[in-house]
């Protein structure tokens, strides 16, 4: 069937490609729109704590977001009577004209400042602002803020600097763009130097290359069309279409020189290669979407999203790679001649050579593998969680380093918290309501870590008309929302101290401290980044576990369905398995955390990693079947699939390890897991396999020779 099928295509290659490159051209315009979305929120689900609160606070106090402005002595400032201090009485003046022209903004609603730190080298502005509702909303008011800053001007010898929360989620937003084009851009030239260099052949190059370009076209274009953004956890996506796309690229051309060097015509030898790969590719194709789909069970948004986005990747990659590659490779490349590269030939030789090595003692290799597998354990044991912010950004980008400072002087927002006031029973200004927070605040600053509580409920007199005089009072009533049933105050700790698995212990007893004293008609809830990266560790870890049974699950059943072997299911999802303990182990070695990136990191080794096995055993299978030995089999595997899979895991790895040039922490650390992860794959199914199918063989022939 799959020759008839191939038959026909190549007949009417040049309309194929014609109706390919039409449609590639309709995604690309789509393309076009695709957007970024860098929040935080989108990590984690929509009715956690973090984004629950999050929206009651917007829809009560209205959507707003705080910026700073923060003031410091320029060091590297040339002026011979530099100021030395933000106290300076220019200095202070012309902060104060900031004050003034910021509020002719209209999104600026509120200037608190300007707060000067204790040693009075630090001053800053917090601005309250009103953000549009709008995808573009947050640009615009930034944009305009920073219009007011430029009219004012630069205060000489003062460095001035526009940073906070919402402006570093901006510029993840910029560096998630930068770092995309740029690994993609270094990935798709080390390919094509990497091809060209074992290919020798411009033609055949730009064809392995355009079904990967053609494959993250359409797929960017879908992505539009079902208004998917990309987010922070679908970062590095365009390099695993690029490594998974060139991998099934690569297996096809190989298949194809296999024929031709045989003597076959374009045509006959296209038919045999790919009737030859049609089942190994359609098993890679489904086990691998089986792997990516795992990710559609998580928990967390991130996972899912993850889960979608790949298994359309692999589904785009799959019939660009059966529907348009043959019909290239016969109209531009149909007079191609394979030539010899020196390095393959005595990598070949090498792999042959391991060959007979497995097929003589296969119970030393399996046993060897076991040995190096105990010893990554110890290393997986020793990997740990990291969903600090550090991961997103840069700790040398001046935005950072500006809140950082900020943070230093004024109090670190990150080692703060803040708590909701819910009234259950009307208005919050309310005697009893006020006694009791009193009393919470009163034991929260008793505790040893945590440094003051800063609320306006604190220091107030328990009078009924003093509280209702005083929280009318404009200056007072920031803390409330306009009918008086959600109010605010801040917890401000010395430092919150995380796990490995990036929990923290101090907020476990804040939150005991909040459950254990009741306010008289109101509920309390915590709120704040620290909320939002610990429900991000909690969902990563719940993440990890689930997405990685069922994968295993999945790709289990799919591939012993697809060669109707339970036996054939256990040989493709072992080595997998081994590969990803070597892979983790090799992180804790090297101290690579987990991060909320890597949260599917297993479901997508195993999705990438089991066409090696595939493949192998798919190989080795078809020249049993021919009626070649063991040894030769292996022989003929290694020579030709194991070139293919040596010279994809080269591609897939340059891919990967480009995702170390990334600004941000989090894609360089996925980037090192995944490069990890790859050679693991390599290895692990280049010795297990064809040792285990050696002494599975060797029980096969002394069950004949009993027999006889």
Request: glycine share 6%; charged share 15%.
């Amino acid at each position: 069937m799959i020759r008839k099928l191939v038959e026909k295509q190549l007949r009417y290659s040049i309309p194929i490609v014609m109706v390919f490159f039409f449609i590639t051209g309709i995604f690309g315009f789509y393309a076009l729109q695709l957007t970024i979305d860098p929040s935080f929120s989108a990590l984690v689900s929509s009715d956690s704590q973090f984004n629950t609160y999050e929206r009651v606070l917007a829809n009560s106090k209205g959507n707003t977001d705080a910026f700073l402005l923060f003031f410091k002595p320029d060091e590297s400032s040339r002026l011979t009577q530099r100021p030395i201090s933000v106290t300076d009485e220019n200095v202070i003046n012309r902060i104060s004209t900031y004050n003034d022209i910021l509020l002719q903004s209209p999104y600026v609603t509120n200037v608190i400042g300007p707060i000067i730190s204790d040693d009075e080298q630090y001053a800053q502005l917090i601005l309250q602002v009103e953000t549009p509702r709008s995808r573009d909303g947050f640009s615009i008011v930034i944009n305009d803020v920073r219009y007011y800053v430029e009219q004012v001007g630069e205060i000489a010898g003062i460095d001035t600097t526009l940073t906070g929360f919402p402006l570093l989620l901006n510029r993840v937003n910029t560096l998630l763009i930068e770092d995309n084009l740029t690994t993609l851009a270094f990935t798709f030239i080390v390919v094509f130097l990497v091809l060209i260099w074992y290919f020798r052949d411009l033609a055949v190059t730009f064809i392995a290359l355009s079904i990967p370009t053609i494959s993250l076209i359409i797929l960017a274009g879908l992505m539009a069309l079902l208004d998917v953004s990309i987010t922070i956890t679908l970062a590095a996506v365009g390099i695993l279409v690029l490594g998974i796309s060139v991998s099934f690229t690569i297996h096809v051309i190989i298949g194809y020189e296999k024929y031709i060097e045989q003597g076959l015509d374009a045509k006959d030898a296209l038919i045999e290669a790919m009737e030859h790969l049609h089942i190994a590719i359609i098993a890679s194709f489904i086990t691998t979407l089986a792997g990516f789909t795992a990710l559609l069970f998580g928990v967390s948004p991130s996972s899912q999203s993850q889960g979608l986005v790949l298994s359309m990747a692999i589904s785009i990659i799959f019939f660009v790679t059966f529907g348009l590659l043959p019909c290239l490779l016969y109209i531009f490349a149909s007079k191609y001649k394979p030539s010899k590269v020196k390095v393959f030939e005595k990598i070949k030789e090498y792999l042959v050579k391991l060959a007979r090595i497995q097929a003589q003692f296969p119970k030393t290799v399996i046993f060897g593998v076991v040995i190096a597998t105990f010893f990554f354990i110890y290393g997986a044991s020793q990997v740990g969680f990291d969903t600090s912010n550090e991961n997103w950004i840069p700790s040398n980008d001046p935005i950072q380093q500006s809140f950082r400072e900020s943070a230093y002087a004024f109090g670190d927002d990150f080692s703060s918290l803040q708590v909701v006031v819910e009234s259950t029973r009307g208005d919050l200004r309310d005697i009893d309501v006020v006694r009791d927070l009193q009393q919470v605040a009163r034991i929260l600053e008793s505790h040893p870590d945590i440094e003051r509580v800063d609320s306006v409920f604190k220091e107030i007199e328990l009078d009924n008309q003093v509280i209702i005089n005083t929280f009318s009072n404009p200056q007072n009533n920031r803390a409330f929302n306009s009918d008086y049933s959600l109010a605010t105050f801040t917890i401000r700790v010395i430092s919150f101290d995380e796990g490995a698995d990036g929990s923290s212990g101090l907020l476990r007893e804040i939150q005991q401290i909040i459950d254990e004293n009741e306010v008289f008609g109101a509920k309390l809830t915590l709120f704040g980044d620290t909320i939002r990266f610990q429900e991000l560790g909690e969902s990563l870890g719940r993440d990890t576990g689930i997405t990685t049974v069922i994968s295993f699950v999945l790709v289990f059943i799919i591939a012993s369905f697809t060669y109707m072997s339970i036996r054939v299911g256990i040989m493709s999802i072992l080595p997998i398995l081994i590969s990803i303990i070597w892979a983790v182990g090799i992180m804790g070695y090297t101290g690579v955390p987990f991060t909320a990136l890597s949260t599917g990191l297993i479901a997508l080794v195993l999705g990438i990693g089991i066409d090696f096995s595939i493949h192998l055993v798919n190989s080795i299978y078809n020249y049993l079947k021919e009626g070649k030995d063991l040894s030769q089999a292996l022989e003929y595997t290694l020579n030709y699939s194991g070139g293919a899979l040596v010279l994809t895991t080269i591609t897939t790895f340059i891919g990967f390890a480009s995702l170390i040039l990334a600004t941000l922490l989090g894609i360089q650390r996925l980037g090192l897991a995944l490069a990890f992860s790859i050679v693991s794959v390599f290895l692990v199914s280049i010795i297990l396999v064809p040792a285990i199918i050696s002494l599975g063989y060797a029980r096969k022939l002394k069950r004949e020779l009993r027999k006889n």
